[in-house]
């Protein structure tokens, strides 16, 4: 039944920029425009496939071209793991903090291929990244820590979906503001900030190459969604695909409003709140401990 | 007490009235004279180099101060001996780019200034040739000379970051380079005057008096009404022309629809400039209301076309007026709903507050204008000390706040615009019946005359010099960015790289401005290039 992965990876391309373009029309028509069809993020990506890439000379080309290509292998390598419209997926002990790996990989050669261009927006960029990358990355561990103590494991297949507890809701609703702010949206959307930086890290890369970046952005948070969901929806399949798609749509409409309601935060502040919000996940974790 | 200090000095006092004072010193007395007024409360307004060689027979340069307690501005003209006059930069740092800008384009050497280099004229102008002398000619081309850019030294500690020609921050060709550590800014330099237009050469070469109206107008794009307004009044200032009250009363109304819109544009652009996109959009909605008014007054949305020397094109009948009421009451909820909105969201007041702080002392020194002078608790508007139009006649408050940082600025800004929608109805309310337009009038050669207006950005200044007939000697219009642009530097100096765009932004900048270098090292102003700034970093 393996082979029924394949239609969750197909899936997944095809969705992840569709859900984009469903989102930029919810955050048009909340700040008071048509916004484009939602079939906008397709073309672009489509154009910007076909663009010759150009390369910077001050960059460290090797590093700086492969860099995109491992970003979207890794997020494309995680989806094997975690199910999307299907429930099969490859399991086996410990694929959570595989799963972990892969994204923080996914980031962190983005900013290490953004920081060999030589640009010093870029470089200012990659900077912001991985500060914001480390502030979460305490959070997220927390999580991880509540969710294996909840199931008593670290593989998907024991995991999903999680019992009814005091513990699971305090962690998924940790998880949810964790997905928020590494799919980088405003108010954290630090390291990308249009008006400051330029789109920092993305700023030198072109053509395919920033293609296979976006791409790999929209992948990455449609990955956030699907491991989301996967916790809360039961494993029949019948009632299963329904729920995964509605709880898509659900998803997507409360993220991209929320965005709407935002100011930038400053990275210091943006710091200063994950260090609040670890704390929080401490008292989560050790109530997971308690077995509530 | 200005009198008495001209007076001590052995000035000439060409003209004294109620506004302005207008008195030839000597070279020898110039900085003397100049420090004097600066202690009495003067700020630099703007400086005027003018070829009168075929009146005089030597070029002159003006200097327009400001004095707040007096409320009277002062000019001081001196002759250039041999081409020469003392310059005054290092008495008031304000006199630095006027003085310049008349370096520049007139050919007058500044003894003593602290940095001689070219401000506006690109580096491949050719030397020795001056485009506001009187023999150069508007439609002469002259050819480029060949430059070397110099090589910069770099320091691996220090990133370089270029925000500008081009960066979306910025809405205009202009750039700041910023020196980072870290995410710290610890230097930062301006270029600008990328798009300088000649349009004073045009003026005075090429167009009569009653077409430069609509050439001022041309000088910005947000604010052009308060530009014509300005230059109107600076000829009726020389040919004492007496302007009907009705046509007052519809310049003041313009100018308040204006500064809604100018001001509901800036708040839509600050908070785009803080990420809070959905504030961009909805300001920018509301403010579709005044266009839709200006366009209801004057048939254009933007560059009205109303003012003429001597009164206004179109009047504003009973049924505008109607109209006009109705749509106002609408957009004041809608622009008091979003704009408490904006100000009750905590994470974009935490981005405003404490950040870009100028403090009075330097606010003062440079001669800062408008909201970011008010926002450093300098109690100045030019619609209530220098009364023009019908400002007289109405009754405003004026905002002041102590803090000079962005929030101030934000919060200036946030209670004029609620002043504004006041000042309209009440001009509304009391507008006399009668003539909109004085045509009945001569002008005299060689008067001088001078315009002010409080744009939405601070005191727009235009200085006149009339030829006769229908044209004029020289034109000199003064934009307020003019004197808030050397205090960004300043506020940049110490603060993260994340606030640099709303500090720029908060000044509400309006370019037009070639090469200057402002670096700020520990509070201190250094203007110097980057070279000079790393030899004293170490």
New interface residues.
């Given amino acids: 039944m393996n082979f029924l992965v394949v239609i969750n990876i197909l899936f997944a391309l095809i969705f992840a920029p569709l859900f984009d373009g469903f989102e930029r029309k919810v955050?048009a028509r909340?700040?008071?425009?048509q916004g484009p069809s939602i079939f906008q993020t397709w073309w672009d990506l489509i154009k910007l496939f076909k663009r010759p890439p150009v390369i910077p000379s001050d960059s460290i080309k090797r590093l700086y071209i492969l860099a995109p290509y491992i970003t979207f292998t890794a997020v494309l390598t995680a989806y094997l793991i975690v199910p999307t419209l299907l429930p099969q997926s490859l399991n086996f002990a410990g694929d959570f903090i595989l799963v972990i790996y892969l994204i923080s990989l996914a980031t962190l050669i983005f900013s290490l291929g953004a920081f060999s261009s030589g640009n010093?927006?870029a470089?200012?960029g990659s900077?912001r990244e991985v500060s914001l990358l480390m502030s979460e990355e305490l959070v997220l561990a927390f999580v991880v820590g509540i969710l294996a103590l909840i199931g008593r494991s670290l593989s998907f297949e024991i995991l999903f979906p999680l019992p009814l507890k005091v513990s699971s809701i305090l962690g998924l609703a940790l998880l949810f503001v964790v997905i928020y702010v590494s799919s980088a949206r405003?108010?954290f959307?630090?390291p990308e900030?249009?008006?400051?930086?330029?789109e920092g890290p993305l700023i030198e890369y072109s053509g395919k190459h920033l293609a296979l970046l976006e791409y790999s952005i929209y992948l990455k948070r449609f990955l956030l969604y699907s491991l989301f969901l996967n916790f809360i929806l039961p494993k029949e399949t019948t009632i299963r695909t329904g729920g995964f798609l509605l709880g898509l749509i659900v998803l997507s409409i409360v993220y991209s409003s929320l965005e709407?309601?935002?100011?930038?935060?400053?990275?210091?502040?943006a710091i200063k709140l994950m260090k609040k919000l670890s704390a929080v996940a401490l008292v989560a974790w050790l109530i997971a401990l308690m077995g509530w | 007490m200005l009198i008495e200090i001209l007076e001590k000095n052995g000035s000439k006092i060409i003209r004294h009235d109620e506004n302005i004072i207008i008195a030839l010193v000597s070279n020898k007395k110039l900085k003397k004279v100049a420090k004097e007024l600066f202690d009495a409360g003067c700020y630099y307004a703007t400086g005027v180099g003018v070829d009168e060689r075929p009146k005089n027979g030597a070029f002159a340069m003006y200097h327009i101060l400001n004095c707040e307690d007096e409320k009277r501005y002062v000019i001081i003209k001196t002759f250039a001996e041999e081409l020469k006059i003392p310059s005054i930069t290092p008495v008031i740092c304000g006199a630095n780019w006027a003085e310049r800008e008349a370096m520049d384009m007139i050919g007058i050497e500044f003894e003593g200034h602290p940095e001689p280099e070219r401000l506006i004229m690109p580096d491949d102008w050719p030397n020795g040739v001056y485009p506001l002398r009187k023999e150069f000619h508007y439609n002469q081309k002259v050819p480029a000379i060949e430059v070397k850019p110099k090589k910069r030294k770099k320091d691996p500690k220090i990133?370089?970051?270029?925000v500008g020609p081009f960066?979306?921050?910025l809405h205009e060709p202009e750039s700041f380079e910023l020196y980072?550590e870290g995410?710290k800014i610890v230097g930062a330099s301006y270029r600008g005057f990328h798009v300088h237009r000649g349009l004073e050469k045009l003026a005075e070469e090429r167009l009569t008096l009653n077409q430069v109206p609509f050439l001022a107008e041309r000088i910005c794009g947000i604010c052009g009404f308060t530009h014509n307004c300005a230059y109107c009044q600076a000829v009726e200032d020389a040919a004492k022309i007496e302007v009907p009250e009705r046509a007052e009363y519809i310049r003041t109304i313009l100018l308040e629809v204006e500064r809604l819109h100018s001001h509901l544009l800036w708040f839509g652009v600050a908070?785009?400039?803080?990420?809070?996109?959905?504030?961009?959009?909805?300001t920018w909605?509301i403010r579709e209301a005044f266009m839709d008014i200006a366009e209801l007054l004057t048939g254009n949305r933007k560059t009205y076309g109303m003012n003429l020397v001597g009164g206004v094109r179109r009047d504003i009948d009973e049924n505008k007026k109607k109209k006009l009421l109705e749509i106002l009451d609408k957009t004041k909820k809608e622009t008091k709903e979003i704009l408490d909105n904006v100000a009750e969201?905590k994470?974009?007041i935490?981005?405003m507050e404490g950040v870009g702080v100028l403090p009075k002392k330097e606010a003062r020194e440079i001669g800062v204008v408008g909201p970011v002078a008010r926002a450093s608790g300098i109690d100045t508007d030019i619609r209530r000390d220098h009364p023009y139009a019908a400002y007289g006649e109405l009754d405003f408050k004026v905002p002041v706040y102590k803090e000079g940082d962005v929030l101030a600025r934000f919060l200036v800004r946030y209670e004029e615009t609620f002043e504004s929608f006041w000042i309209v109805e009440q001009a509304l309310d009391q507008m006399p019946q009668g003539e909109i337009l004085n045509e009945d009038y001569e002008l005299p050669e060689f008067a001088y005359g001078l315009g002010y207006t409080e744009a939405p950005r601070g005191e727009d200044v235009h200085f006149v010099i009339t030829e006769g007939g229908n044209k004029l000697y020289r034109w000199r219009p003064r934009a307020p960015t003019y004197n808030n642009l050397p205090a960004v530097p300043i506020m940049l100096m110490g603060e993260?790289?994340?606030?640099?765009?709303i500090i720029i932004a908060s000044i509400d900048p309006c370019f037009s401005c070639t090469d200057h270098v402002a670096i700020i090292e520990k509070g201190r102003v250094c203007r110097c290039s980057l070279e000079e700034y790393l030899r004293l970093k170490r």
């Fill in positions: 955050k909340l700040q008071n425009r010093p927006y470089q200012l900077n405003i108010p959307d630090i900030a249009e008006p400051e930086i330029i709407a309601y935002y100011g930038r935060f400053r990275l210091d502040q | 990133m370089e970051v270029p960066h979306p921050t980072i995410e908070c785009h400039l803080l990420g809070f996109d959905s504030g961009f959009m909805h909605r969201m994470e974009l935490n981005r993260k790289l994340a606030d640099a765009p």
